[in-house]
């Protein structure tokens, strides 16, 4: 009503204009009084006076970006549509919102509308969770807050706290096996070495045989050469028996090289290895936890997961499709062999999975040439065949196989010593690929990594990402795309090309968004000129025979060398040394022979002997142990050439599963095999820490208390523990000093003792005389 009577004021004052100019009198102008500024927006009273308004009608409140906005009655403007708000808004009431509804809602994390906002849960709304820490691993609940966000993970009421073992782990709030191991009987073990279930649950293996790789074997093969126990491992890459039998690495640890560490790019934080990109206790860095309601993405705690990381894991942002540690679904980790492609856990390009393991058949002397098919006793694997000895091109012996270790990233410069974490082998040594640096363990691009930006350990903040070395709130032009919290081309990047997480093997590299070569073909994992290149002539997988050369892409014939100058098939052979033609072409030995001048021959190796036509290795045949027809009694196994019991060492002398523990010290067998102190204790003498009654310390020369230190309980007064037993103290050569009143002071003639109490010759104390022998005279006290 009151803008109709504004309207009807409006139309009289015009009428009376009109009436004035009709008969000729003065013309009048409108008065302004306030509306100097908005002749067209005046709202004028009865007064005559006037305010300045935003609009009168419609027409004063649209553009061309917002063509249906309104005038109210308040005379402001209003949304009319979508059409005024911008993208992504939502037009209610006039007001622009946004969302109306759920499926307006298109942010990870915030998927309810609530309020005309979007929303992380409802009010009242309650979802499972997980408690993944060091002490406890339980499914929880959690509350939706009045602010629309999660609170925190809560154990139900009447649920007890739950701990996981050192061989297992935290999935879904429950302790599982970690990966490598199976849980067989209640217990988790190693199918590969466990000789009471080797290979499957329940497969013992004989007495006096030994478990290797998950088969019954009486004497180790070349791949697993070490004896522990009864079974049969390589010491430089089992976590179980890393670098010796009596070491076994922390949960979450792998051993490299005979050493345990933490995975590559993980930290080891309150005893356990840990992910800071997507750790919400450990965000970043060892000890930085995320607050109520964010989460942890590439180091950084966020409000809600950035695209490149859009799936909350336990409180971090992950891809599900490329993500280790939760590959296809939340809790799914890939073994420390695998890679997680597309969701699923697979073998790394160049290796087939057999037997539950990532292996390069070409030589792997168990699967050589294909899975399961293992070389002989004697024999190595090259090139997917077996041999006698190595060919030029991979001469060195490792492990039953023939490797380089110039560039063989398994045995780099040394058998066993693994280059991982991103190197790679080049002339025996582990370096980073160009342009990317070492930063805890792994290869990194300090232009990208917001934890290693410009340099190791130079994180970003919250808010920043990483872009040409240096930390930025929002990306430039020239690297528009955002991955792991790091500014990328996605037509250039090697890491991330064509899109986030697409990395570039080398040495190929990224060109329009795709992998390529700059030079040749990507044949078996490496770039070659097809044209020259005897294992890839013409074409990839055409190799020419061993005589042959490639010219032009064309096998020719070019003969053989020297030290094996003979054509047999398509390689060259010495008639006098090759097993496989040994006195002609296609004459092959006996399994386990030797060609010695042209014929066929048993030659043993060191600390083997022929035993019944075969050789066996004495020093761990059960049936032959230091010497042929020695055989061990009963459920005694061969060690060195000895029957053992266990097979353990005196440090560590009991066996539990597959390890050798000492009861007295072993926090996870305290006592007894199984034992486990609570999380954080210590096994003290085969007692768990704080969990019964405080001992003397007796002078017996151990360490009763395990805090570091031996015979540290004072005997009586003048009398110390040395050597396991109480004494009088006794100060080399002769002189002896003994307390006998009070505390007494030393000179020159009579030093301290070992017990710690000092004489003076003739002092008195308060109480009387001191006692000496072989000190000066004493003097009667005055």
Same mark, same amino acid.
């Given at each position: ?184 009987? $209640?217990? &988790? !073990? /190693? %199918?590969?070495?466990?000789?009471? @279930? *080797?290979?499957? #649950?329940?497969?013992? =293996?004989? +007495? ?106 336990? $409180?971090? &942002? !992950? /891809? %599900?499709?490329?993500?280790?540690? @939760? *590959?296809?679904? #939340?809790?799914?980790? =890939?073994? +420390? ?118 340099? *190791? ?7 920043? +990402? ?118 002609? *072409? ?197």
């Amino acid at each position: 009503m009151f803008r109709l009577a504004v309207l009807s004021r409006l139309c009289l004052f015009v009428f009376l204009l009109s009436v004035v100019a009709c008969t000729g009198d003065e013309k009048i102008a409108p008065p302004q009084n306030g509306c100097e500024t908005c002749p067209d927006k005046c709202l004028r009273d009865t007064n005559g006076g006037g305010v300045c308004v935003t609009c009168l009608d419609d027409s004063h409140c649209r553009t061309d970006s917002s063509p249906t906005r309104k005038c109210t009655e308040t005379f402001t403007c209003v949304c009319g549509s979508e059409q005024d708000c911008p993208q992504g808004k939502y037009c209610d009431n006039g007001g622009c919102v946004d969302c109306l509804e759920d499926s307006h809602c298109k942010a990870s994390g915030e998927a309810y509308c609530v309020a005309r906002t979007c929303r992380a849960c409802r009010g009242g709304d309650t979802r499972s969770c997980v408690i993944n820490t060091q002490q406890q691993c339980n499914q929880g609940i959690q509350s939706c807050r009045d602010s629309g966000r999660w609170g925190t993970c809560e154990l139900p009421q009447g649920v007890a706290a739950k701990t996981c073992a050192a061989d297992e782990f935290c999935q879904s709030g429950q302790c599982i096996c970690k990966p490598g191991l199976k849980e067989c009987s $209640g217990a &988790c !073990v /190693d %199918l590969f070495s466990e000789a009471k @279930h *080797c290979g499957k #649950c329940g497969n013992a =293996c004989p +007495n006096g045989s030994f478990c290797a790789s998950g088969k019954c074997v009486a004497e180790c093969p070349a791949s697993t050469p070490t004896i522990c126990g009864d079974a049969c491992v390589n010491v430089t890459r089992n976590p179980f028996f890393c670098g010796d039998c009596s070491t076994s690495c922390k949960a979450g640890e792998i051993c490299v090289a005979g050493k345990c560490s933490c995975p590559p790019g993980q930290v080891f934080c309150d005893g356990l290895c840990v992910d800071p990109r997507i750790h919400p206790e450990h965000c970043g860095q060892c000890g930085r936890a995320c607050g109520a309601g964010t989460v942890c993405a590439s180091g950084a705690c966020v409000a809600t997961c950035p695209a490149s990381t859009p799936e909350t894991c336990y $409180g971090g &942002c !992950v /891809d %599900l499709k490329r993500d280790r540690l @939760h *590959c296809g679904k #939340c809790g799914v980790t =890939c073994r +420390n062999d695998q890679i997680c492609t597309e969701g699923t856990c697979k073998c790394p390009d160049g290796q087939e999975n057999c037997d539950g393991r990532c292996v390069d058949i070409k030589n792997h002397p168990e699967h050589c040439g294909a899975c399961g098919k293992a070389c002989a006793k004697g024999m190595r694997c090259a090139e997917g065949a077996c041999i006698v000895s190595c060919p030029a091109n991979t001469p060195d012996a490792c492990y039953g196989s023939c490797v380089d270790k110039q560039n063989n990233n398994l045995h780099c410069g040394a058998c066993g010593n693994a280059c991982t974490g991103g190197l790679r082998c080049d002339g025996g040594k582990c370096v980073c690929p160009d342009g990317l640096l070492l930063c805890g363990g792994k290869c990194v691009d300090k232009a990208i990594d917001r934890l290693h930006c410009g340099g *190791c350990n130079q994180a970003c903040k919250d808010h920043q +990402n990483c872009a040409a070395n240096a930390c930025v709130s929002s990306c430039p032009a020239n690297t528009p795309n955002v991955c792991d919290g790091g500014c990328v081309d996605f037509q250039t990047n090697n890491l991330h090309c064509g899109k986030c997480g697409h990395d570039c093997p080398s040495p190929q590299s990224c060109s329009g968004g795709k992998c390529a070569c700059a030079v040749g073909e990507y044949c078996d994992g490496l770039c070659v000129d097809t044209m020259s290149d005897p294992r890839h002539c013409g074409d990839c997988g055409v190799t020419c025979a061993e005589f042959e050369s490639c010219a032009q892409g064309l096998c020719i014939f070019k003969g053989c060398p020297t030290d094996r100058p003979k054509v047999c098939g398509t390689n060259c052979a010495d008639l006098q040394t090759d097993a496989r033609h040994c006195g002609g *072409c296609d004459k092959p030995c006996a399994s386990g022979d030797s060609c010695v001048g042209g014929k066929c021959k048993l030659v043993c190796r060191d600390g083997e002997a022929v035993c019944g036509g075969v050789c066996v290795n004495i020093k761990s045949n059960a049936s032959h142990c230091g010497g042929c027809g020695k055989a061990c009694p009963g459920n005694k196994i061969c060690v060195e050439g000895a029957c053992s019991d266990s097979g353990c060492t005196a440090e560590k002398p009991t066996r539990c599963g597959s390890a050798c523990v000492n009861l007295l010290e072993d926090a996870n067998h305290c006592g007894n095999c199984g034992k486990k102190c609570p999380a954080g204790g210590t096994c003290c003498q085969g007692q768990c820490s704080g969990t019964g009654p405080v001992k003397e310390i007796p002078c017996n020369g151990k360490d009763d208390d395990c805090d570091g230190q031996t015979d540290e309980d004072d005997c009586e007064v003048g009398f110390s523990c040395v050597n396991g037993a109480c004494s009088e103290c006794v100060q080399p050569p002769t002189t002896k000093c003994k307390e006998v009143l009070g505390t007494c002071r030393g000179n020159a003639d009579c030093p301290k003792c070992i017990c710690g109490f000092q004489c003076k010759d003739g002092e008195k104390s308060g109480l009387g005389f001191i006692k000496t022998r072989s000190c000066a005279a004493p003097t009667p006290s005055p």
